[in-house]
């Protein structure tokens, strides 16, 4: 239920979204934006597109929901910029970056899929099944939340380079940030990301962005400071990448430039963090620097950045920690370190985010076809998560006897809002125009048959055939 007392100036920014979420609708507005509501407006999980045709708010049959899918149109763009807007306009900007599988297991009429990771409990091997993988760019806070901020997602083709798909993405956010006005004294916006992502090749391609990137790094990684040693005896060039900085050595000689120590946590205990400025690895003219070609001189680039080791006394649940925490920073100015080691904690806030909306908004419970299909899906649901999350604070806490009570201070869970939002919904309305009165159509003509979908091989099978 909405508080009598309720604040008008989150009611109004909600409205407000509401409407500029209207205008960025290009084609099938009134539906699409009703199905958005249809998935924030019921209270169980979504499992089928066709049944959320049945919620109250959606006024429309179900042959107008998969129209709208099919041949809807958003103009992206404004709705990335209407994402940016929602930002803090105080605290300093960090984002997480992660990619996701749209699992299409059995949809042989689905083109462009490809086989990507999908997390699976049944042993420790890493699994993959086909689909569509989508990574997604969200703002995170900077305190304990399950709520996070996504500002962009976008459908990675089968074939294209992670790197340079990356690098664009966090390039557009840093120019719609650039276009919004930051501030000169705001530090340059963090981007923290796994290990999966090649950290050397990232900041090449993000070279001149004013930006920061840290990334976490495998312990088995050899780093080189950049100082030359004492001069060779006899000819030749003197070695022009330095000493030698093995992650994996038992004793590390070298000092580090800049020590953290944080002597007691409320979850990990003693925190210590060392770190190396000027480091860089050597790279190797393959996968992305591959794809460069004639771009690249004949000596390739020295990307130097700051190598950081985490060591914590314990992990939240008491165990031992069994490996080190190694990161990578590389921006316009030197990292700060205490700013670095709880940054990359936030970035697991993104997994709250994927679970709701795959277990509760039914992100990948949608049977679609094409893939333009699934990118329409996936900009309502983050326009209604984004509405969810400007809603926190005007909806009571409609908790069932056998759960617990919301922490003190702290916002309700987005489960618990959406549980609540169909309130707010009616005292806001919807911009949305009432469907038309309409009859049944004339029919297939007659001596028409449909003919069947054609078929699309993985695009692993088709490298293989070399059909690529």
């Not at 006005?181 to 530090?187: A, D, I, L, T, V």
């Not at 591959?290 to 700051?306: N, Q, Y």
């Not at 940054?343 to 990948?364: C, I, P, V």
Request: glycine share 8%; with cysteine; aromatic share 8%.
């Amino acid at each position: 239920m909405l508080h009598e007392d309720a604040d008008v100036e989150p009611l109004s920014q909600l409205s407000l979204f509401r409407d500029r979420f209207y205008d960025c609708l290009d084609r099938r507005a009134d539906t699409l934006f009703e199905l958005a509501d249809a998935v924030m407006c019921t209270e169980r999980p979504v499992t089928s597109l066709v049944e959320l045709s049945l919620e109250p708010v959606f006024r429309r049959g179900h042959g107008a929901l998969y129209d709208a899918l099919a041949d809807g149109r958003i103009d992206e763009d404004r709705l990335r910029d209407l994402l940016v807007d929602q930002l803090p306009t105080g605290a300093p900007l960090m984002f997480g970056v992660d990619a996701t599988t749209f699992p299409r297991p059995n949809a042989e009429c689905s083109p462009d899929r490809g086989l990507h990771y999908a997390p699976c409990r049944c042993d420790g091997d890493r699994k993959v099944v086909p689909g569509w993988e989508f990574q997604w760019v969200t703002g995170l806070e900077w305190g304990s939340s399950s709520w996070t901020l996504p500002v962009d997602a976008r459908r990675l083709p089968e074939g294209s380079c992670p790197v340079a798909s990356t690098a664009a993405q966090i390039r557009d956010i840093a120019g719609r940030l650039g276009r919004r006005g930051q501030g000169p004294e705001r530090p340059a916006p963090l981007f923290i990301l796994d290990q999966g992502y090649a950290a050397t090749a990232l900041a090449h391609a993000l070279d001149g962005v004013p930006v920061q990137t840290l990334v976490r790094i495998a312990g088995d990684r050899v780093f080189y400071d950049g100082r030359p040693g004492p001069r060779k005896p006899g000819p030749g060039r003197n070695g022009v990448h330095g000493r030698r900085f093995e992650l994996a050595a038992p004793v590390n000689l070298r000092r580090p430039d800049q020590l953290l120590t944080v002597p007691e946590t409320s979850r990990y205990g003693r925190v210590e963090v060392r770190a190396w400025h000027r480091m860089h690895q050597k790279v190797h003219r393959i996968g992305y620097f591959a794809t460069l070609g004639a771009k690249l001189f004949s000596r390739l680039p020295i990307l130097e950045g700051t190598v950081i080791e985490v060591r914590v006394e314990c992990l939240p649940d008491g165990r031992s920690p069994h490996r080190t925490l190694w990161l990578w920073h590389r921006g316009p100015e030197l990292p700060d370190l205490d700013v670095c080691w709880r940054a990359y904690l936030r970035r697991f806030d993104m997994e709250h985010t994927f679970k709701l909306m795959k277990s509760q908004l039914g992100w990948t419970a949608a049977r679609l076809r094409h893939p333009e299909q699934a990118v329409r899906w996936t900009w309502l649901l983050i326009a209604a998560y984004t509405q969810l999350r400007l809603a926190r604070g005007l909806v009571d806490d409609l908790r069932r006897p056998w759960e617990r009570r919301p922490r003190p201070g702290k916002p309700l869970t987005p489960y618990r809002v959406r549980r609540a939002f169909r309130h707010v919904r009616d005292r806001l309305g919807t911009p949305s125009r009432v469907p038309k009165t309409s009859h049944p159509g004339p029919g297939r003509p007659p001596g028409v048959k449909n003919t069947p979908a054609p078929r699309h091989r993985l695009g692993s099978e088709l490298r293989k055939t070399g059909t690529a």
